[in-house]
């Protein structure tokens, strides 16, 4: 089998005295799509921003396509790559938060193609017909002129979305995508969450959308105080809790 898309290795990370993520393994493949589940506060965010160096992490291993993020060891010790090299790393993962985060002053249409120019260092009409290909995938290719602020929120997050996905990455992040937006406006960006996993996209998620989570996942992570509190198909994870402490999250998150 191909080396991992991400390789999480005893994964330990503190901010101060307050250690956060207390050793997380995680194996994803091409094609996994693994939603990580549980209560607020419990680390799901954390877990991601390390995967691409929005934190540091202090011990463990964190590694995409078979790179370690972020550090290497030079004489056994443990060196922090220079941030060229970060960024090059960083340009493996997209991701997709709660707020989009678009430029106001610009069209979706060059949301999207900023980044092929700029990182991926396309020719302008090379990025303008990739952003028009993802566009059209998010179902707002009609709207490429229109500025954020044209935009509903579902709209946005959509243009978000492809704008992260033009750029190719390996691994897609997704940190409650939808937790912002008006509940009539959850469904179009599920589903095209939902799409890009049938395409095979690997992806790992945070979503409080537990419905959405077992239907689309392959693996299901429920975070509890910093640990895997368990983990599995979502089937079982969701049917068949092990814990007081995963059942009763889930009857508070009314999954039925
Ligand atoms: N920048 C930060 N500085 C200090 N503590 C933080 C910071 N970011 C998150 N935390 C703490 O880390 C823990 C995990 O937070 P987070 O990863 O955001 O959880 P979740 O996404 O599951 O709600 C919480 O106790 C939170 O208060
Ligand atoms: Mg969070």
């Keep these: 089998m191909s080396s ?13 005295a307050l250690e956060v993520l207390k050793g997380i393994n995680l194996t ?17 965010t954390t877990l991601l921003r390390c995967v691409n160096l929005l934190e540091e992490y202090e ?12 550090y ?3 004489n056994g010790k443990r060196v922090r790559l220079s941030e060229r090299e970060i960024a090059r790393q960083r340009a493996m993962t997209g991701m997709a938060f709660q707020h989009f985060n678009l430029f106001p002053h610009m069209t979706a249409m060059h949301n999207v193609m900023l980044g092929l120019i700029k990182t991926r260092r396309m020719k302008k009409d090379e990025a303008h017909s990739v952003a028009e290909k993802w566009l059209e995938r998010v ?7 229109h500025y954020p602020g044209q935009l509903s929120g579902g709209q946005q997050q959509r243009v978000a979305i492809a704008r992260a ?5 390996q691994l897609m992040l ?43 996942s392959s693996k299901v992570i429920f975070m509890d105080d910093g640990r895997i509190g368990e983990e599995g198909p979502p089937d079982q994870l969701f049917r068949q809790p092990k814990s007081e402490r995963l059942a009763a999250f889930l009857k508070s998150s009314k999954f039925s």
């Design 165 to 169: 996905i033009a750029m190719n990455p």
């Design 139 to 145: 179902g707002m290719l009609a709207r490429r002129d």
């Design 28 to 44: 994803m493949h091409q094609g996994d799509v693994v939603s990580l589940i549980g209560s607020s506060g419990s680390g799901k």
């Design 174 to 216: 997704f940190d409650e995508v939808t937790s912002a937006l008006d509940p009539e406006l959850v469904n179009e960006v599920l589903s095209v969450v939902r799409d890009l996993a049938k395409d095979g996209m690997t992806m790992l998620l945070v979503t409080h959308e537990m419905q959405f989570a077992h239907d689309v």
């Design 59 to 70: 011990d463990g291993v964190v590694a995409v396509a078979g790179e370690q993020i972020g």
């Design 4 to 16: 991992p898309v991400l390789e999480i290795v005893d994964l330990h990370k503190r901010f101060g």
């Design 72 to 74: 290497t060891k030079k």
